[in-house]
């Protein structure tokens, strides 16, 4: 016999959609993708992706939204492509336009749990990449 499950409704409250810049000036350039970045079928499509973060006792009262903030700014320095757009320059060969735009930031709380999503309370799925 087949399991039923009733499906997991919860409320999220967005903050406005907002771009985080490089905390230092960074150069303005255009830089090429390669052949290899470059194929047709690889990158040109967005993919949308939700890091979603469980409290951690020892950030004692620190805003987890405002840490990543502050760690995008940072990182954006050295990683500046990241904070440009792509454009298609003759024939639709990609260049990577370093303007320091920023990238997206979305700060969302959730009234729901990691358990009720079904990742149990010691998975390494909710440590993250860089857990102790």
């Known amino acids: 016999m087949a399991q039923t499950s009733t499906p997991l409704t919860f409320t999220v409250q967005r903050s406005p959609p907002e771009l985080i810049v490089p905390s230092k000036p960074t150069p303005r350039e255009l830089k090429s993708l390669s052949d290899i970045d470059d194929q047709e079928g690889l990158i040109r499509f967005q993919i949308p992706i939700i890091h979603i973060y469980q409290q951690n006792p ?9 840490v990543t903030r502050e760690a995008l700014d940072n990182v954006l320095v ?55």
């Open 58 to 66: 020892k950030m004692g009262n620190k805003n987890p939204a405002s």
């Open 78 to 132: 050295f990683y500046y492509p990241c904070a440009g757009c792509l454009k298609e320059g003759p024939s639709r060969k990609l260049t990577v336009d370093c303007s320091g735009e920023g990238v997206l930031f979305i700060e969302a709380e959730a009234d729901v749990t990691l358990e009720q999503f079904g990742v149990p309370k010691n998975s390494s799925a909710r440590k993250g990449p860089f857990a102790e």
